[in-house]
């Protein structure tokens, strides 16, 4: 009997498996490197317009000076012989030199009596002599102002017009305030228009305290309110503004007169400084 054929049944084909996918490792992140440290530039140098301002300023006194020492040269080149018409003309040329008549006195007779008359007919020695003489008058050593003699201290600054002297009072009460006094300003200037807030300015910028009355209110009043304030709640110093003047104005220096009485009611010895703000290019 024939065998039953076995009928083969096809493998079933092998389902590939897809690969798995490769994970994307994340890119290194790049470190921050350190900005480089800047370099400290150098100061800058003064500006061309201060040095060309100095420039000017020692050319003209260098024709001052040379003025004056040609003339002295001149005087003593001419006469050898030393006698009082030679001296009346050094004398002249000191005077004529701008220095003030009392200086120019002062300078004469200084080299009239220490010089010899052998030396004084030396040109260099002349105005060697002179150059150091006019150092002893300059170099007056600074008397400091000794505020334990009074509290609260009253400080009275007065001057013609435009000088500086409200500017002055600014710079005076920073310096104080930085030395650690309680400053308080008294606007007595109560004449100018616009002077008490100029003041005022000028006490934010040195931190401290103003007493200020109405324009054309009488200074005096001022001037007494502020140094009763002082003594009332511990100022060290107080310093009062005042209106500019002339000397030949008899109203006006009468009302600083006055001024000065009032203070003087309010705290005893008061004002006990006065400061005359001068501007140094009015002739002498």
């Known amino acids: 009997m024939p065998r039953p054929l076995i009928s083969a049944e096809p493998v079933p084909a092998a389902k590939a498996e897809p690969a798995p996918a490769a994970k994307a490792e994340p890119a290194p992140k790049a470190k921050a490197e350190p900005a480089p440290a800047a ?6 140098r003064p500006a061309a317009a201060e040095v060309e301002k ?28 030393i006698d009082d018409d030679l001296l009346g003309e050094l004398e002249e040329a000191l ?32 105005w060697k002599a002179l150059r150091e003489m006019s150092l002893e008058i300059l170099n007056v050593p600074a008397q400091k102002l000794d505020f334990s003699r009074a509290r609260p201290f009253v400080i009275l600054v007065a001057g013609v017009n435009g000088v500086g002297k409200t500017t002055t009072i600014g710079k005076l009460a920073s310096q104080y305030r930085s030395q650690g006094k309680r400053v308080l300003l008294a606007a007595a200037d109560t004449f100018r228009a616009a002077a008490i807030d ?35 709640e511990d100022y060290d110093i107080v310093i009062a503004d005042t209106a500019g003047r002339l000397h030949t104005q008899v109203g006006l220096m009468e009302e600083l007169g006055k001024v000065r009485r009032t203070a003087a009611k309010a705290a005893e010895g008061a004002p006990h400084e006065s400061f005359l703000v001068l501007d140094a290019t009015t002739g002498q």
Not at 39 to 44: I, R, S
Not at 103 to 123: H, I, M, Y
Not at 209 to 229: N, T, Y
């Open 54 to 81: 100095e420039k000017t300023l020692r050319e003209g006194l260098e024709k001052t000076r040379g003025g004056f020492i040609s003339r002295i040269g001149k005087l003593f080149s001419l006469k050898k012989e």
């Open 95 to 126: 005077f004529t030199a701008d220095i003030g008549p009392l200086t120019a006195n002062k300078l004469f007779e200084a080299v009239r009596v220490k010089l010899s008359r052998k030396q004084l007919g030396d040109p260099d020695v002349v």
């Open 39 to 44: 370099k400290a530039e150098p100061a800058p």
């Open 198 to 232: 100029q003041l005022a300015v000028w006490a934010e910028r040195a931190g401290c305290e103003i007493v200020r009355g109405a324009e054309g209110a009488d200074p005096s009043s001022v001037v007494f309110d502020a140094v009763r304030k002082a003594k009332e």
